[in-house]
């Protein structure tokens, strides 16, 4: 019995010590982490309407059995010049978070992959930026100032697949097809369900909205 | 001294966690898509491995036998969270690609291993210099795995083309690459020992 | 002194059966197949056979001179390996692509185990999957010939393919219609498909060949045909369709029966096709690519030990 309460004694006083330290870990880096997800949404709020002043939401509309979010955007006069649709979808092994902008008429002006944790070297090719950028010119690029800037920031091509699209022409194809979408070699699912994270909350939204 | 030294050098190849001892082989196989990720990895794993040994140590003898593994789990799962949290707030990209395999750092071999078998045995300071050679060691071997495996999967090294024009082979990468590159660098380590 | 007049410890028995006899068997037996794709789809093809049979000699070769064992690969079991993987790969793919998969097959799945007689696995097919895995798309995109070229660009869809993605009566329908049409393009080899498994009339003459000179014995071919079309039948399939089609014939005759990578004794031989043939028709029906053929032997090559153990003949005097 004895040997029970000093067992406890022990582990309590071990967990409560681990308890407070992770509080005060906990206070010193949750306004950076929370941070740090705002910043990935408003940069691709940005991306996708660059002529935007402001953005209005989170605000919430009717898709399917629950509510999805979206945001207003608004211009220089605060007219409203689209929306943005933040849809998320169940992809191979992780959910796949995708913000969308549609203008008022219902033309996608981009995406953007907000999250994703899906296989390396085939899902997740749906954010990879084919880079020009060599090894030895990286290399290179240590000693010259030349170099350095020449690693302009390039959009995904499976992402600007998107822009200018509308309704019908979200559909997944394996072929190329400029009017559709084509999927990622060897990542059907993970094209599918980008495609699919785009497509269900903007049918949604669409009706709504025009009513 | 020399002694000391040991302790520090020895888990960089002779007893190397992954390729001798063959602990820690999960996250070995999961991260090492990319030179990257095996960095951010192996050095957190260095981190929470040091303190540890380093606290275990320090407790060693306060700790009643009959719970000590509940003990060190306690101590290990505090060092992870708090490079779980350090990461996802200072280092957003990194924690988005592996910050899966983060969390599983509490039940890594390598961790409780060398808990048991070396901080639980000896005093704080050897302790520190045993986490740090195994550290060392376990990044080693991630380096050469995801090098390997970057360079032949993805054609890239730190995330920049390697032969420009050449079409890598994707499956490097994927799982199967993952244990190809391992099971090979195993054996070619095994070989050099026998010929000696 | 003569030779006969010999005198050594038992067995006593005399075979002229060796390594290299056995391999250079099978390279004249894969000659015709491999000799009909070269005419059937150009040049080329040949060129690819040549680059897997030099990668395969060559590989072998650096491989037993590192490790300072003997090289021997005047024993052609490097070339059959080579050719073996060369009858893989579509005609029209990238000569690199097989220089790798050859490469990964000797070393990996041949010389990491120990060389010749030790490979758990066929290094052929071990550097099928490796490159099918690595370039899926090279791997199935196959160059036009026979009735097909009427109908597609420059690029076809196998039968099998055709079976999975539209079903059996679109088949037929872009085979004119009538299905001996279809069984007879098969059987010549007027169709798409890998380099060694167009013709199966010019594989079962290679069969031939091998029989002949007692290289293979039939048991292994037979269990995974008659499965294979057995289950095909049962399923409401068309059985004869589903052993001429894809690289079910070419597996069957070379590839299974590989010596090194099948059981030794009759009923164990019988139980290897036997599964092979099961493990074709499943990945076929239920998998997600529509020829399981090479897949289905390397997975039956896994269990290979086990059959061994539980398969033994009767030791004479034991019951």
Known sequence: MKQMVHYALVLLILGGTAGVGLYGVNNLTSERIAEAMKRNLTEGQKQLFPAAASFDGPLSFPLSSDSGTYYKVLGADNTVIGYELDGAVQGYQSKVRVLTGVTTNGVITGIKVLEQAETPGLGAEVQAVPSTRTLWSALAGLFSEAEKESAAALLPPFQTQFAGKDLGGLAVVKQKDPAKIEAISGATITSEAVTRAVREPLEAFLAWNGK | ?196 | MPSLLNVSSSPHIRTDDSVPRIMWTVVIALVPTCAYSVYLFGWYTLALILVCVATAVITEAAIQWWRKVPVTVSDGSAVVMGMLVACNIPPCITWWIPVIGTFVGMAIAKHCFGGLGYNIFNPALIGRAFILAAYPKDMTTWKIVGTAAKVDATTTATPLMMLKEHGYPYLIEHFGGDKWALYKDLFIGNVGGCIGETSALLILVGAGIMLARKVITLYIPLSYLGTLALLTFVFKGDPLFAILAGGVMLGAWFMATDMVTSPVTKKGQVIFGAGCGLLTFIIRTYGGYPEGTSYAILLMNATVPLIDRFFTNRVLGTK
């Open chain 2, 1 to 196: 001294m020399t002694t000391q030294l040991k302790e520090l050098t020895k888990g960089l190849w002779e007893q190397n966690p992954i390729f001798v001892i063959a602990l820690g082989l999960c996250p070995t196989l999961a991260v090492t898509t990319s030179v990257r990720n095996a960095i951010g990895m192996g050095v957190s794993t260095i981190f929470v491995l040091v303190l540890s040994n380093v606290l275990i140590s320090a407790v060693r003898t306060i700790v009643p036998d009959k719970i000590r593994i509940p003990c060190y789990i306690v101590i290990i799962a505090f060092l992870v969270t708090v490079v779980d949290l350090v990461l996802a707030a200072y280092f957003p990209d990194i924690s988005k690609a592996i910050g899966l395999f983060i969390k599983l750092i509490v039940v890594n071999c390598i961790i409780l291993g060398r808990a048991e078998a070396f901080a639980a045995k000896n005093n704080p300071w050897r302790s520190m210099l045993d986490g740090i050679g195994m550290g060392i060691g376990f990044l080693i071997a991630l380096l050469m795995v995801s090098g390997i495996r970057e360079v032949l999967g993805a054609n890239k090294l730190f995330g920049y083309v390697v032969f420009p024009g050449w079409r890598p082979i994707g499956v490097m990468v994927l799982a199967p690459g993952a244990f190809l590159t391992l099971g090979l660098l195993l054996g070619w380590k095994r070989l050099s020992e026998l010929k000696h």
